[in-house]
């Protein structure tokens, strides 16, 4: 009989790794970093020589270097070279929090419990079209949603969200696309961009693009560079996100369906059953960060220039941090702790949007449907993006 083939970190890069991390993180999340294949070279991602990270798995490792953005720099198209620069995502203070004020007011708790009625609108119509039985809940829902919605902020229509979802995979599945045909897409989504751009200066709306076409940074105007870099952060990561962290709340809940009849007889459960999937299954696994200085991480000596894989999903199963981490339970008194967002600098400034769409999808949904199950066919997850955990494809049944 041969013996079984030990794990090897550079599985965290893989399809299967994407796809479902978690026997990795419990087999290196030691006291030290690990060293894996991040992105290897050929025609799929247009490197000539392999890129290989530094993955932090451990909760107090990730914090602290969440907490050091003048170590852990967020300027990592200089290292990857397969993605243009971002506002903000590949930002670090000053100039980041500069940036931040920009779009921080369209994002207040104020701002965003002001669409409570209008996304309830939207969740409503989608349940209505996608009706009961078999439901493929991807396409039906947790795409249209989150996509409808941020097309709605900026201002662009929500009947071009098909080309959206498409541009989104491009920007984060760089692991599943040819280098060309991701740069082909880039374009696409630029140029769309440029036109809405060219559009709100010519006639500005309420919406956030108009905003940005008006917006100063430290007395200048921003350029139509700048705004669509922004714009299309905003685009991906206000879609993203969400539509994973619906997927895999939906899946969690048609496995559990005791939770589901205890939450639909009490609604107090639907906060701690987003929190706790936030934790169980954050719908951002991994960022990148590259270390400004050399810097040494348990026994490891990091050099400068070095990528480094902040790690938020194996940081939310820590064991150090959650009792019974691999177990899903809402009420667990430690939820708090989770880094489902982030924090400091880099906390998700989509946050309480794709709360409050969660806290409305879930509400509908109980209050619609009376069983959850499992739908024909197997669910599908992505295994292009390792920013990401989330499904391409989830059969349900609505009962």
């Known amino acids: 009989m041969l013996a079984p083939v030990p794990l090897s970190p550079d599985v965290l890069s893989t399809p299967e790794g994407i796809a479902n991390p978690y026997p990795a993180y419990r087999a290196f999340q030691g006291p030290n970093p690990v060293r894996y294949l991040r992105l290897p070279a050929g025609p799929l991602t247009g490197r000539t020589e392999p890129l290989y990270a530094w993955a932090l798995l451990r909760h107090a490792d990730v914090l602290a270097a969440i907490r050091d953005p003048a170590t852990f720099s967020s300027q990592t198209p200089t290292v990857f070279k397969t993605m243009p620069k971002f506002a903000l995502l590949h930002d670090d203070p000053p100039h980041h929090t500069h940036l931040r004020r920009l779009v921080s007011k ?94 709100r200066r010519a006639q500005p709306a309420e919406d956030l693009i108009s905003a940005l076409v008006q917006a100063e940074v430290e007395g200048a105007a921003l350029s139509d560079t700048e705004i669509r870099s922004f714009a299309a952060v905003l685009l991906v990561a206000g879609n993203e996100t969400t539509t994973n962290l619906i997927g895999n709340m939906m899946a969690l809940l048609a496995d559990r369906p005791e939770l589901w009849r205890r939450a639909r007889e009490d609604r107090s459960l639907v906060d701690p059953i987003i929190e706790e999937v936030l934790r169980y299954e954050s719908p951002v696994q991994r960022f990148p960060r590259v270390t400004a200085k050399p810097v040494k991480i348990g026994d490891v000596e990091i050099g400068a220039g070095e990528i480094v894989d902040i790690v938020y999903g194996a940081a939310n199963r820590d064991p150090a941090v959650f009792e019974d981490p691999d177990s899903f339970r809402p009420e667990r008194p430690t939820n708090s702790q989770h880094l489902g967002f982030g924090l400091g600098t880099h906390f998700c400034l989509g946050a309480p949007l794709a709360r409050l769409e969660a806290r409305i999808t879930l509400n509908a949904f109980l209050e619609r449907i009376p069983e959850l199950g499992r739908g024909e066919g197997a669910a599908v997850r992505q295994g292009a993006a390792p920013v990401s955990l989330g499904y391409k494809s989830l059969p349900l049944v609505l009962g």
Do not use: H
């Open 106 to 199: 369209a994002f207040s708790p104020q701002r965003i419990a002001s669409l409570s009625e209008w996304i309830g609108r939207l969740a409503n119509e989608l349940l209505d079209t996608a009706g009961k039985g078999s439901v493929e809940l991807m396409s039906a829902y947790a795409v249209p949603l989150p996509m409808r919605v941020i097309a709605g902020m900026l201002g662009v229509p929500d009947e071009d969200y098909p080309s959206f979802k498409l541009w989104s995979e491009a920007v984060i599945g760089y692991a599943g696309m040819s280098a060309e045909e991701r740069g082909r897409k880039m374009q696409e989504m630029m140029g769309y961009l440029a036109r809405i751009i060219a559009a």
